[in-house]
């Protein structure tokens, strides 16, 4: 997802939008550019490359006046990544100024027509149209030319807008895509993530889908799509600043790999009191959970890798059918689904495009809606008949690691929870899982602390242009998400197998030197595995092996081994996959690659 931020205050805007746009760096970015007005001037900057360019080429924005102004970093979508297609763009008389994240769908429609209306387009983007058709509605009415030009655009968008007749006002319109207001004092701001405000204001109004702002220093007012003002709660954020930074890790990812114990107890603790599983704001009943015949789990990348995880559990723990569908599958296939059927929505940042408009077509169908999300207030959770948060925390690195752990964490609980209430379980199992789930945080810390050979082992890997992965159960559940980590940030070609299905295509693929990391910490299909490992080595093949503390590997014929801590079968998922992201991280910077944003990615993808 590109990154906006707006700034309308007493403090020179130049450096605060820059800064913004630094804290949102992590989301991916070809282009950037910011706008500031100065009274009527306009001043436009705009770069390819990182940010640091931007400053190099502008001198640090040095002589750029003015308190209000607008910034963005861009991924390219509509034109390749040039000054041109970078934001902000302004219209023809550059009285208005814009920024944008998401796609303008009859962009090509309006465009048209304002090239047969005399206007000239200085990029190949969607975007300008935005920019265009604001001049061409404006009458001297600011509102009226944001309002206006708002009920033309289809598609989704998060727009920040500038003109030159009103100094001092910034306006924000939100419609499918995320944009929130930070709440100052004699200052206000907008952006797309609350990462770029926490140094200033924790103190935001989330806009809701087709509500629009007007921002002033000292004045804040939201209107709904139809021009009404309305009245908005302002929430608190909580976040520590420095969770936001990286704390002297050499990248966000490797700080948050190390924060996962912390936000696993964040996100188990407090929701067991009492030795009881307690699910506050929670509306599902029994009876509820009793009229549920069909659960599907819905996400993308790493979230429906914990689906995979939860699904494993949720069919053992309740006996009711479960199913993982990738959403941008899953909204197009007519699925079955009724108000008999639950679906579990997963999205670290509640922003997802796919997931919303998937979770949107089963609410339409009937089904009850319960998601598992990180950030408060996002579409998602707004959504949802019911929410569980992670509580894990900002994630900066545009490959997922806490995130994941946290939300199959969440998972777990849910599954443990709904069996019990389902009377599934007895209460010493119910007591049991408990105290397993408990001892994640700490299983975690250990698989950490006891393998401290992974960067050794990384540069055994580092040169290999395909690796595999295979495993059982919940061990291929894993291996999805290891295969995933590996190929984001390393750009190796990695894919994960289920070891079963070796002989069934797969192995041809293995010859001498292919790297193979097999999963066997699924304790009842251990020896299974054991031959999986000896077919591939008997065709040259190179093999890393997981497994528990303990487990006897005499006759594994492993080139490397790495040792996890030993947990219910079924949570074996949250302590396994954390050797493999740190592997994954020390193959990545072995090879001197970007980890905390891998080419071509974006942290949240809010468009199609």
Request: negative net charge.
């Amino acid at each position: 997802m590109c990154g906006i931020v707006g700034y309308t205050g007493k403090r020179q805007a130049a450096s605060i939008l820059l800064e913004g746009l630094e804290k949102l760096e992590y989301r991916g970015y070809d282009s950037v550019g910011i706008a500031v007005l100065n009274d009527s001037d306009m001043r436009i900057l705009k770069d390819v490359g990182r940010i640091k360019d931007l400053r190099k080429s502008s001198n640090n924005a040095k002589g750029v006046e003015g308190t209000i102004g607008i910034g963005h970093s861009r991924w390219a979508t509509h034109g390749a990544p040039t000054v041109a297609n970078a934001h902000p763009h302004y219209s023809a008389s550059g009285k208005f100024s814009i920024v944008h994240n998401g796609i303008i769908e009859n962009y090509a429609v309006l465009k048209e027509r304002l090239i047969s209306e005399g206007v000239e387009f200085r990029s190949e983007t969607d975007t300008e149209v935005v920019a265009q058709l604001l001049e061409k509605c404006y009458d001297g009415d600011f509102k009226s030319a944001v309002q206006r030009t708002a009920d033309m655009l289809e598609g989704s968008y998060a727009l920040g807008i500038i003109c030159t007749d009103f100094p001092g006002v910034l306006f924000a319109v939100r419609r499918s895509s995320p944009l929130l207001i930070g709440v100052g004092q004699d200052e206000n701001f907008i952006a797309s993530d609350v990462t770029a405000l926490i140094s200033s204001t924790r103190n935001v109004i989330y806009l809701e889908d087709g509500e629009f702002a007007r921002l002033t220093p000292d004045s804040l007012t939201v209107f709904a799509e139809n021009g009404d003002e309305i009245e908005k709660e302002i929430a608190y954020i909580d976040w520590d600043i420095a969770a936001a930074e990286k704390g002297g890790y050499d990248h966000f990812m490797l700080k948050e790999i190390m924060e996962q114990p912390a936000a696993l107890e964040k996100t188990i603790e407090p929701r067991i009191k009492n030795g009881k599983i307690v699910l506050d704001d929670f509306k599902m009943s029994a009876a509820d959970l009793r009229s549920i015949n069909r659960i599907i789990i819905t996400a993308c990348g790493s979230a429906s890798y914990a689906g995979q995880l939860g699904r494993i559990v949720l069919e053992k723990l309740t006996r009711i059918p479960v199913e993982v569908d990738l959403a941008s599958e899953l909204r197009y296939r007519d699925p079955i689904i009724d108000e008999h059927t639950l679906l579990i929505v997963i999205s670290q940042s509640g922003e997802t495009a796919d997931t919303i408009a998937a979770m949107k077509e089963a609410k339409l169908r009937g089904a009850r809606v319960l998601s598992i999300v990180n950030v408060v207030g996002s579409t998602i959770a707004k959504l949802s008949d019911d929410v569980l948060f992670t509580w894990a925390g900002p994630e900066i690195a545009v490959a997922t690691t806490k995130g994941y752990t946290t939300q199959a964490a969440v998972l777990y609980l849910f599954a443990v929870w709904a069996a019990h209430k389902m009377g599934k379980i007895a209460d010493t199992e119910y007591a049991r899982y408990i105290e397993e789930i408990k001892a994640l945080p700490e299983a975690t810390k250990k698989a950490i602390e006891i393998n401290n050979n992974l960067e050794e082992i990384a540069n055994k890997y580092k040169d290999n242009g395909n690796i595999f992965f295979i495993g059982r159960n919940v061990d291929y559940a894993v291996c999805m998400e290891g295969s995933l980590k590996l190929k984001e940030i390393s750009y190796i070609h990695s894919e994960a197998y289920a070891a079963g299905e070796l002989k069934h295509g797969t192995i041809s693929l293995i010859d001498e030197g292919t790297p193979v990391i097999a999963l066997c910490c699924h304790e009842a299909l251990f020896d299974k595995m054991l031959s999986n490992i000896k077919e591939v080595k008997a065709r040259g093949a190179k093999v890393l092996c997981v497994c528990l503390e303990g487990a006897d590997m005499s006759s594994c014929e492993a080139d490397d081994i790495i040792f996890v801590p030993k947990t219910d079968p079924l949570f074996n998922g949250s302590a396994e996959v954390v050797p493999l992201q740190i592997l994954s991280y020390y193959i990545a910077k072995a090879k001197g690659c970007d980890i905390d944003k891998p080419r071509n990615l974006a942290k949240s993808v809010t468009v199609e």
